[in-house]
């Protein structure tokens, strides 16, 4: 099991080094099925339901971010924090990587969480 885990993660590594396509701050011209950056789509899909083209391999399965009551049990602080440093800080798959474009960025930062919580509108 250990071993399917590494090529898993290099594609992983390879998909969110490439990040492109629309900002994490752009989230206000975005529709419905474009919620989600490329990087966060290919494993949380486009719509954000945990549906991406890499999720099927994937244990556990990535968040669905529509479920409602998923949203309402996190706070928006626990949803920057796994996007700034990714799944493993919060004991989550660490095959979830720290979004790129937020490390650093408070602003690029809010508006990820923001494209997060639009999933379930």
Do not use: Y
Not at 47 to 73: I, L, N, V, Y
């Amino acid at each position: 099991m250990r071993l399917l885990a590494i090529p898993l993660i290099c594609a992983v590594v390879a998909a969110c080094s490439t990040i492109g396509g629309s900002s994490a701050s752009d989230s206000a011209s975005l529709s419905r099925t474009q919620i989600l950056p490329g990087c966060c789509a290919r494993c949380h899909g486009a719509e954000g339901r945990g549906d991406g083209p890499m999720a099927t391999a994937m244990t556990p399965k990535p968040r669905d971010f529509t479920d409602r009551a998923w949203q309402a049990s996190v706070s928006d602080e626990h949803l920057a924090t796994v996007i700034r440093e990714g799944g493993a800080a919060v004991g989550l798959s660490p095959l979830m990587l720290p979004h790129a474009g937020c490390v650093d960025n408070d602003q690029a930062l809010a508006a990820m969480v923001r494209r997060v919580r639009a999933c379930a509108e």
